[in-house]
């Protein structure tokens, strides 16, 4: 069982930046592949980045493709997602999701599918204005 707490959302303005946290509970995080999620009012819920549990291989969604970045830290059990030179469009709560556990075979695999990933967070408001 894992559990994930999202946290550094807020309200910012176009060009700003944002570090969004998810915090993992449970011994096995280093085992688990992670994603950020977003969902927009009125809209299905959209891949954004998704991380290995190695770190060696990163995925983005096309829309932050150089503007976000995800990464982790194990030792933390925590994920990041540094998002910058936000944009209206970016404005969504943002969930943190978790697969796995995976064995060492799947060291760089990285889930870019919701159905893929076993754990979610309860999500974070990011909101940009113009």
């Known amino acids: 069982q894992v559990q994930l707490v999202e946290s550094g959302g807020g309200l910012v303005q176009t060009g700003d930046s944002l570090r969004l946290s998810c915090a993992a509970s449970?011994?096995?995080?280093?085992?688990?592949?992670m994603g950020w999620f977003r969902q927009a009012p009125g809209k299905e819920r959209e891949f954004v980045a998704g991380i290995s549990w190695s770190g060696g291989v990163t995925y983005y969604g096309d829309s932050v493709k150089g503007r976000f970045t995800i990464s982790r830290d194990n030792a933390k059990n925590t994920v990041y997602l540094q998002m910058n030179s936000l944009k209206p469009e970016d404005t969504a709560v943002y969930f943190c999701?978790?697969?796995?556990?995976?064995?060492?075979?799947?060291?760089?695999?990285?889930?870019?599918?919701?159905?893929?990933?076993?754990?979610w967070g309860q999500g974070a408001q990011v909101t940009v204005s113009s």
């Open positions: 449970g011994r096995t995080f280093s085992t688990y592949a």
């Open positions: 999701a978790a697969a796995g556990p995976l064995s060492y075979n799947y060291r760089d695999y990285v889930a870019a599918a919701p159905r893929e990933y076993d754990y």
